[in-house]
């Protein structure tokens, strides 16, 4: 049976929030929504993209659908949805309050370079009265940072009070393959770095920063080409700076310069056609020189590495890829610049090759690269997921059922999940007093009462054998019978009565789907004859005496592996052997039928022994979740021990 995460995955979505008519190559971020959706898709997640304007477009890449985020549930149902990832767009505190409404995680995708974005910010103001400070938008449980902003996790914690985790950075080559064609009017063989063009000795040196913010500028780069221009004049061509900034005091800067006409300057073009044109346009030797401020990761060096082009950079984060040079170190700079002139066609085919190797580093299909993203998901679905109702069981007869009372009541004040009583009686006269008692303690929609057939209570009687405990008649053997009377529910937590539930049971049960326990109960290490047969049955092998008075069942696996059965012959060996075979009636023939089966539970589940040992602790006591007067001495008899626990 799937784990709680499983389910959660198979029947709710993730949604990927972006902004209406998100242009592909405006920046990076817009295909990295694309890639995340891809990437989750890949591993079975079912994903939306979301946008907050209303009538969204269709996704320009495969036109996919994009649907409208928003309060009003007639348009958007959060309750398709476990998870939501803003990436271009944030949501507002109105949505994320609907959002936890419903138990849905919120996960920003941060995937640009806020801490500078805000210090910028900081000293200048907001740009066109618009704010991208991250302290603006608090609307979410968490944050995923790609690599190159780790020098920012501790930053953004602070900033949002939300915690922080680094996930890989995501690319494949599949957008700009299918839409460079496009761009160019040719066939994408001719975007491929050509040595063969090279007929002159000379370079163009070529950048592409986007020049709008302090951590991406083509600024060094041009003072490295103004270095490598006065000390080799003659290898310099042209040194071609695009996106160039447009107000005046850049060209009076760059004017000052000794490139003088050799520096040309160009508003944006896509890199599709700049590739192109220094490919076969050109037959000089492009170097593409890149210099960025703690933004280490970006799609340009993915395009440019991916099609073969020598790029010098300052990124300690791309492992050998390109031709590295330190910080803002324009000499190392100039020397790599010369290092790519006179060697790249050379190694070019190397050169690509390991580039090839770094770049499965980000590729959304890559299976470590979904490992990540799995686990990272895996723990937000635990985190935020609403814990499956928890369905309680007892076996009751006319005479115990009215003990039912402070147990059911204490499941229903301490429980934070959904509970749902089930009960199962030894006659179905039984049946109409039960529920008219449980009317007086819950809703009648929160608990449900059956009777055990005839033909069962015959065959339970007819292998019973009186034990010590002579209070415990046949039907005490019905709880073998609880998963078929119960099987509409998928997991039973089986008790009894004679116990007290002190605090939450649900990170049992989160646990219990989670790890998709199907048969687990507390040690108890009680019980001499149990014990003795345990080892004779599994000889050479560690047994245990487990007290199944709190007991989790999955159904279907016990029905289908027929653990009744198994433990209906064993309780006929007990019946052979005249109650010399085990001990606890139900409890010994499951331990010995099923030892092997049997997950051990944490003892703050069933702390035990509270209806015959005195001197128990308080500090046991205070510290048990469910509290067990296994014994004769109940709460509720006149020699009862321990009387000051059992209340709600």
């Keep these: 049976m799937a784990s709680l995460t499983d389910i959660v995955k198979r029947e709710r979505k993730i949604g990927i929030v972006v902004h209406d008519k998100a242009v592909l190559f405006s920046n990076g971020i817009v295909q990295n929504a694309y890639f995340l959706y891809q990437c989750f898709e890949s591993m079975g997640y079912r994903c939306q993209l979301l946008c907050p304007e209303a009538t969204p477009h269709p996704f320009e890449h495969k036109r996919m659908s994009v649907q409208h985020i928003t309060t009003d549930e007639r348009i958007f149902d959060p309750r398709e949805y476990h998870t939501i990832i803003t990436v271009t767009r944030r949501i507002t ?73 680094l996930v890989p950075h995501l690319w494949s080559p599949e957008i700009i393959r299918e839409y460079a064609p496009l761009a160019i009017h040719k066939p994408e063989a001719s975007l491929f770095y050509n040595r063969e063009k090279r007929k002159t000795k000379k370079l163009n040196i070529v950048m592409l920063e986007p020049n709008l913010n302090l951590f991406k500028t083509a600024w060094l780069p041009i003072v490295a080409s103004e270095k490598l221009y006065m000390d080799h004049p003659d290898l310099v061509e042209f040194v071609y700076v695009f996106n160039f900034p447009e107000h005046d005091h850049a060209y009076r800067m760059t004017d000052a310069l000794s490139l003088g006409p050799k520096l ?42 991916y099609y073969g082009f020598p790029l ?37 085919e190397t050169y690509k090759e390991n580039a090839r190797e770094y770049l499965k580093r980000v590729d959304p299909l890559d299976p470590g690269v979904q490992k990540t993203f799995d686990q990272m998901m895996t723990a937000s679905i635990v ?100 998963p078929e009377y119960f099987a509409e529910h998928k997991k039973l937590l089986v008790m009894e009565p004679d116990q007290i539930v002190q605090a939450d049971l649900a990170p049992l049960w989160r646990d219990v789907w989670e790890k998709n326990i199907k048969l687990g109960a507390v040690d108890y290490n009680l019980g001499d004859a149990t014990l003795r047969t345990l080892s004779h049955v599994y000889p050479g092998k560690p047994v245990k005496a487990y007290n199944t008075g709190v007991m989790v069942v999955d159904t279907a696996h016990w029905n289908a592996n027929k653990y009744t059965q198994l433990c209906l ?23 010995i039928a099923l030892q092997p089966h049997i997950v051990e ?48």
Excluded at 280 to 304: A, K, R
Excluded at 572 to 582: F, M
């Design 601 to 648: 539970l944490s003892s703050i589940y069933n702390t035990c022994n509270l209806g015959w040992a005195e001197g128990i602790s308080k500090e046991i006591l205070d510290k048990g979740v469910i509290l067990h007067w296994n014994g004769t001495r109940k709460p509720w008899t006149s020699d009862g021990l321990y009387k000051s626990y059992y209340k709600v």
């Design 383 to 482: 985190k935020n997921a609403p814990s499956p109702a928890l369905p309680v069981c007892f076996i009751v007869d006319e005479g115990i059922y009215l003990h039912l009372e402070l147990i059911c009541k204490s499941l229903l004040t301490r429980v934070t999940i959904p509970t749902h009583i089930c009960v199962l009686t030894n006659d179905e006269k039984n049946m109409a007093p039960i529920s008219a008692f449980m009317d007086t303690i819950c809703k009648k929609d929160s608990y449900t009462v059956k009777a055990i057939s005839e033909h069962h209570m015959k065959l339970l009687n007819s292998l019973y054998v009186e034990e010590a405990r002579k209070d415990i008649t046949g039907f005490g053997y019905a709880q073998l019978l609880l």
């Design 264 to 305: 040309r300057k160009f508003q944006r073009k896509s890199v599709a056609e700049i590739m192109h044109f220094f490919n076969n346009e050109s037959d000089c030797t492009p170097i593409f020189v890149s210099h960025q401020v703690l933004n280490g990761l970006n799609y340009l060096y993915y395009e440019l590495l």
């Design 93 to 165: 505190k109105e949505i994320y309050a609907l959002l936890k409404h419903h138990k849905v995680g919120v996960i920003s995708l941060v995937c640009g370079n806020n801490y500078m974005y805000d210090q910028e910010e900081f000293l200048r103001g907001m740009k066109d009265g618009t704010t991208a400070y991250m302290g603006e938008s608090r609307n979410i449980d968490e944050q995923w940072l790609i690599p190159c902003y780790h020098h920012a996790l501790d930053y953004v914690e602070m900033i949002r009070k939300k915690p922080a985790f």
């Design 312 to 348: 010098v950079h300052n990124s300690p984060m791309m492992d050998g890829c390109g031709y590295f040079y330190p910080e803002t170190d324009i000499k190392a700079c100039v020397e790599q610049i010369l290092y790519a002139f006179k060697h790249h066609d050379k190694r070019v």
């Design 569 to 591: 012959e064993v309780v006929d060996t007990q019946r052979a052997q005249k109650g010399t075979y085990y001990n606890f009636y139900a409890e010994g023939a499951i331990n």
